[in-house]
């Protein structure tokens, strides 16, 4: 299975809000509301923000939230911070016990 | 502290084999599934495969399929990735997590460990 597509690239200002998309197909993100986001930073293990399409485990700010339409799942950090500069990587199960993430997402902060 | 701390990386020869651990503390180990997850230089991330509490109950990836076992050791707290028939496309640094309420995962922090399969 092909990974899940999201923009090579996004960026804001801060305090702006930004959104990210994470396209996949009706096997895994649209049939499944098992999405989640990942934050990684530059040399570090990346770190789970988002499961269940939009909840977030503890500790991790309310400016990132999660939503889902179709095929297609969605990111948005709001209020931006210089910290939140890092790479973003969506995933998705996908049936038959496999796992898969999107190429990721390099957001800058301006 | 929760911790995961892998090892095990090298450079090996193309055909060759390795073995990663994965030393977990600071949980119950026994009362995770866990995953290995890799992510070649400059790219992103990829599943590898995901062991039940017990051991009896593992999934591979699909380009894995037949050459890496996952197995684990609830005594010693350690996860374990053995990989045989190693291929160029097999280099990354991978990550070994636990499982966060089925199908997401966690790397606690862990640095990962670098394979490198080279001639």
């Known amino acids: 299975q092909s990974a899940l597509t999201q923009p090579p690239s996004a960026s804001g200002s801060p305090g702006q809000s930004v959104t990210i998309s994470c396209t996949g197909t009706?096997?895994?993100?649209?049939?499944?509301?098992?999405v989640s986001w990942y934050q990684q930073h530059p040399g570090k293990a990346p770190k789970l923000m988002i499961y269940?399409?939009?909840k977030r485990p503890s500790g991790v700010p309310d400016r990132f939230s999660g939503s889902k339409s179709g095929n297609t799942a969605s990111l948005t950090v709001s209020g931006l911070q210089a910290e939140d500069e890092a790479d973003y990587y969506c995933?998705?199960?996908?049936?038959?016990?496999?796992?898969?993430f999107g190429g990721g997402t390099k957001l800058t902060v301006l | 502290d929760e911790q995961l701390v892998e090892s095990g990386g090298g450079l090996v020869q193309p055909g060759g084999s390795l073995r990663l651990s994965c030393a977990a503390s600071?949980?119950?180990?026994?009362?995770?599934?866990m995953h290995w997850v890799r992510q070649a230089p400059g790219k992103g991330l990829v599943w590898v495969s995901r062991?039940?509490?017990?051991?009896?109950?593992?999934a591979y990836a699909d380009y894995v399929k037949g050459r890496f076992t996952i197995s684990r050791d609830n005594v010693k707290n350690t996860l374990y990735l053995q990989m045989n028939s190693l291929r160029a496309e097999d280099t990354a640094v991978y990550y070994c997590?636990?499982?966060?309420?089925?199908?997401?995962?966690?790397?606690?922090g862990g640095q990962g460990t670098l394979v490198t399969v080279s001639s």
């Open positions: 995933g998705s199960y996908a049936g038959s016990n496999n796992l898969l």
């Open positions: 009706s096997s895994d993100v649209g049939g499944y509301n098992y």
């Open positions: 269940a399409v939009s």
């Open positions: 600071g949980f119950t180990f026994k009362s995770y599934w």
């Open positions: 062991i039940s509490t017990d051991g009896t109950n593992t």
């Open positions: 997590a636990r499982d966060f309420n089925n199908w997401y995962v966690r790397t606690l």
